[in-house]
């Protein structure tokens, strides 16, 4: 491990006070011995920099698949208090509100192995890739439908089925969207991309459950040992990262105005309550309900290809959930005992909320909430439910994925894109993208390990395991 | 005058150098334009970026900010920039042609520009940065 850093469990340990200057808490972050082989001396500087900033509460956090971004780290959970704390577009990033969703069907491994035309399909009718463009028709009075009620929107307009809203994060929308404060730029680039799914680690999976953990929490989640899924993995495209973009300027001038000491730009903020942090937190909230809605137009496509292949109903494929893991929130959460609403940033992180929990849907009240998380192209992925240690520990907060141990750079250099390819054909997954190099720059060896990743979550407690599932096909950007 | 893609685990980080601060920017926007589009760029079409800002880091970041939103929102695809800055004030004429599937998927979407350990240095053999684009 690095120097300076502490050991505290099992897979704990304490970035403590004084590791750069300005630390008003430790940080704390979940690891196993094996996996902080990978860790940065980078990320763990930016996990320290995240306690510098006013109002954070109990420590600033970080997840096993932390690594180095920029402002907080990858894998970074922190909570401020709504009074005295800051919200930051550095604990949230770009991409607001990447996230990603598992539809289940009734089709088995049998069904769907081998079918090239399927992942054709797919590729043909799902947007993906740089210039993509949507053949929806999205007027300006849609695109605030999106950015006001999200997938609510999108159900509204027939992609989806009222089901589906119960099994979003947040209903599919956040409340407390804020359109004004989504400038005209980010608009315009919102408008021809609703319902693309991108590039870099953006996909759509056919996959299939490999392994149980947990038959009861995978009962109640509709997942059985054979069954194919589809997974989608986007955010807000263009829209949220404008609107990050904008908000980054505007807080740079808010984080002097309100003499808020910062150790990197890229962790501009403001208080919560000022007007400057309230627009960020409306315009942040309008993009995360476009990436709803984004997903569930996705979700729409793919479930019609399903369809007109297989012959199988549209509502034989529910919402298993969607998932956001690029978010700020307003949360209550238990401190010292009291019920306290605190602004959480989670930045490569899932929500992972335990059993009891507000805002879960009845029939899953007694298990917690599923967390999905994915795993790189030809790796598993994962189902893990919530859990009253997260909401104890982690402010109801999991990882979100694998986690790059491996630059693009290098990728490109060791990895050939066809040879990828080839295979994972040989292990029976079918892939298509627009470009060999997307393939190198997101291959299975870029990453952590995705078990490791889980295992140590599981261990931890801060959310278990129910179901692994493994890729037949994907379609990338 | 140059710019190199240096290991960065999770996102592409540039090293730029140049004799001036004019080809300073200029070789991070081909870079930028590189990643996301690829080397088969040409000319043809014309597009002119004036700004104005608070400090030369934010000026960057904000030209290359720019670029992102013109070459999505039109669909062009830039090969070459005409850079003129005066003090906080930039001007810069972008040659492009439009997004062509066959020539431009290679590359990656550029989400943003990030400005952690966005410095600008100067000593006598000119201009330098590293600078991280958010993939």
């Known amino acids: ?477 | 005058m140059s710019f190199e893609e240096i290991p960065h685990t999770a996102d592409v980080k540039i090293h730029a150098s140049a004799p001036t601060l004019e080809e300073l920017f200029s070789e991070t926007f081909k870079a930028l334009m590189q990643v996301m589009y690829g080397t088969s760029r040409h000319g043809g079409t014309t597009r002119v970026i004036r700004l104005e800002s608070t400090d030369t880091e934010s000026l960057l970041a904000d030209f290359l900010s720019e670029v992102l939103f013109v070459s999505e929102v039109e669909g062009l695809v830039f090969s070459g920039a005409g850079i003129r800055i005066n003090g906080l004030f930039l001007v810069a004429e972008l040659d492009g042609e439009p997004f062509d599937p066959a020539r431009h998927s290679g590359g990656t979407e550029v989400k943003g520009i990030s400005y952690s350990g966005l410095d600008i240095l100067h000593d006598a053999n000119g201009y330098m940065l590293d600078i991280i684009f958010d993939v």
């Not at chain 1, 947990?214 to 509709?222: E, I, M, Q, T, V």
């Not at chain 1, 079918?430 to 190198?440: D, K, L, T, W, Y």
């Open chain 1, 1 to 477: 491990m690095l120097e300076g850093i502490n050991r505290v469990g099992m897979h704990e340990w304490e970035v403590p006070v004084g590791y750069v200057p300005g630390m008003r808490v430790a940080g704390r972050f979940f690891l196993s011995e094996s996996l902080a082989k990978t860790l940065e001396p980078g990320a763990v500087r930016q996990l320290a920099n995240v306690a510098t900033l006013p109002g954070i509460l109990n420590h600033a956090l970080a997840m096993p698949d932390i690594h180095w971004g920029y402002g907080f780290p990858i894998g970074g959970v922190a909570a401020f208090s709504v009074e005295k704390g800051v919200i930051s577009p550095g604990g949230v990033g770009f991409d607001i509100n990447c996230g990603v969703r598992l539809l289940s069907t009734p089709l088995l491994h049998k069904d769907v192995s081998g079918r090239r035309d399927l992942i054709d399909e797919l590729f043909r009718t799902v947007p993906t890739g740089v210039g993509a463009k949507s053949s929806l028709k999205v007027s300006s009075q849609s695109l605030d439908g999106m950015m006001i009620k999200g997938a609510r929107w999108a159900v509204s307009e027939g992609y989806g089925v009222e089901r589906d809203l119960m099994r979003c994060e947040e209903g599919g929308y956040m409340k407390t969207a804020d359109t004004r404060s989504v400038s005209a730029k980010a608009k315009q680039r919102g408008i021809p991309q609703g319902g693309t799914l991108g590039s870099g680690n953006h996909f759509l999976e056919i996959q299939e459950v490999r392994e149980i953990f947990d038959p009861d929490a995978a009962r109640a989640f509709g997942l059985s040992l054979g069954q194919v899924c589809c997974m989608i993995h986007c955010g807000s495209r263009g829209l949220g990262h404008q609107v990050c973009t904008d908000h980054l300027k505007i807080l740079e001038s808010a984080t002097k105005k309100y003499h808020i000491t910062i150790p990197d730009r890229q962790l501009a903020c403001a208080p919560v309550t000022s007007p400057e942090g309230k627009a960020y937190f409306g315009a942040m909230a309008a993009s995360a309900n476009y990436a709803w809605a984004n997903r569930q137009i996705i979700s729409h496509t793919a479930r019609q290809v399903l369809s007109k292949i297989f012959g199988i109903g549209y509502e034989e494929m529910p919402l298993v959930y969607d998932v956001a893991h690029n978010v700020a929130k307003i949360e209550e959460h238990t401190l010292d005992g009291k019920g306290v609403e605190v602004c959480v940033h989670r930045k490569g992180a899932t929500r992972a909320f335990g059993p009891g929990t507000r805002d879960l849907p009845g029939d899953l009240m007694s298990i917690g909430q599923p967390v999905i998380i994915p795993g790189s192209m030809g790796t598993s992925s994962y189902v893990l439910h919530g859990t009253r240690l997260a909401m104890d520990r982690t402010f109801g907060s999991t990882c979100h994925g694998a986690g790059r141990i491996m630059s693009r750079t290098q990728a490109k250099k060791s990895l050939n894109g066809r040879e990828i390819i080839a295979n994972l054909l040989k292990e029976g997954i079918i892939v298509r993208a627009h470009s060999e190099n997307a393939i190198a720059d997101e291959a299975p060896g870029v990453y952590k390990p995705s078990d490791e990743v889980v295992n140590v979550v599981h261990e931890v407690g801060i959310s278990r395991l129910v179901a692994r599932l493994s890729p037949l096909g994907v379609i990338k950007g």
